[in-house]
């Protein structure tokens, strides 16, 4: 099963196109166009079912897959460091100040080494895609050799990705040794990895795109937040940045520009159809409405909020006032790098903050927030087809016009951890099981575009 482009694939799965909402899909016909787009959908009952069954198995054109395996969509991850994966599961111990000056800026400086990034992009790239991840949001670092590199690593195996460098020029909030030496530099590098990206020889089928990066508004000076917003619109690039993470953060540009984060993102023209705001834990209701009005998304990083937010994102209420969101492992903020492990974060956040936490209040006075909490179906939504939407690309769910980018879980697979017992699961039972107990050794096969991902070697 190298390459499904241009095969009927014949077999079981699941997908969540809308939140709360999961369709079974039984023994279905998934017929995918030459360039790996999903041409139709065919279910049983359907009268041309059979017949283009059996049109496919003459012309040997059909891919059966084994019994007792699923089809997921592939995992869409909004919020990724890139350069952070060394990092990953340390310094969880320690103030986000601390962390951030003492191991994150230092480690994202040592990019300046394109031999130390290339090792370390091929390892998070493989990493990703073999746990099930076929679309990521990279942030990347303010080195252009290192963020090029990037690209071309992506391109090179195929994962579908958005790329951006990081731009921070704001000498009062970043270190000395790590920061854009001035707006031109940072304008400079910018619109330096949009034309290498776009241009790419091997980037035909613009699998890999640029997005437009202010680390957040206390890391940029005003002069380059509106040079971004300018870049986002005469490029027409998505935007990606952190939003009222934090009490820190959202009270800082209260103080320098006398609005919300997110009133400021949109006076730089950063709001906007495409722009994915990391966090965004202290919004307010009219900082949704505004989120919404410009088609903007809302990457949750449910994990990373526990250890340096010191808040739960209103997800309940940010789904029904109509906002796109999506998850995001938030490597290295978050210690796991798997939207599995978002998606079940996702889920415990969420009844944390319904129920409040704490024991030696009554459940009347633990200042809960009613009806927040989710369940296996919406995290699984927005792992998937949530992502998609986000981003405004066709995938994340198996439908006509969509690609077909797809994980296949393997309840028998060795060291896995997802166990079914056929006489007990049924329906979506089998995807709660999936969603909350499957591991990397589960994932049998990862698809992007049609096209089998390959299996990293180390």
Known sequence: MQDLRNKL??????????????????DVLIDVDPDGTIHDVLHPHQESYCGRLDEARAKGSLTELP????????????????????????????????????????????????????????????DLVASGTTTAVY?????????????????????????????????????????????????????????????HPDNALNRVMPVVTPRFIPSCTDDLLSELGAIA???????????????????????????????????????RRGSVLGHANFISAADM??????????????LSNAYFAGSVFPLKAALEKGLHVGLGTDIAGGPAGTMLDSARSAVTASRMLETGTDPELGPDQRSGRGGARIDFRTAFHLATAGGGAALGLPVGQFAPGYQFDAVLIDPQAPFGTLRLWPELHRGDEILQKIVHTASRPNIAQVWIGGVTAPRPEH
């Open 139 to 199: 942030y990347g670092t303010i080195h252009d050799e290192a963020n090029r590199l990037l690209a071309d690593i992506c391109i090179g195996k195929g994962q579908r990705a958005l790329i951006g460098k990081v731009a921070m020029d704001n000498p009062a909030e970043c270190p000395d040794y790590y920061r854009d030496a001035s707006v031109g530099a940072a304008v400079e590098g910018t619109i330096g990895l949009i034309e290498h990206i776009r241009n």
């Open 233 to 271: 619109a005469s490029h027409d690039c998505h935007v990606q940045t952190h939003c009222s993470e934090s009490d820190w953060e959202h009270g800082y540009v209260q103080a320098r520009h006398g609005v919300s984060d997110t009133d400021s993102l949109d006076r730089f023209g950063l709001l």
């Open 289 to 302: 409405e505004r989120i919404r009005a410009r088609q903007a998304a809302v990457a949750h990083c449910p």
């Open 67 to 126: 019994e007792g395996v699923y089809l997921l969509p592939g995992f869409v991850d909004l919020h990724i460091h890139a350069p952070q994966y060394p990092q990953l599961g340390n310094a969880l111990d320690v103030p986000l100040e601390v962390w951030l000056q003492k191991y994150t800026f230092p480690l994202e400086a040592r990019y300046a080494d394109t031999a130390f990034a290339r090792r370390a992009y091929t390892v998070l790239v493989d």
């Open 9 to 26: 694939i014949r077999g079981s799965g699941f997908h969540a196109p809308v939140p709360g909402e999961v369709e079974c899909l039984d």
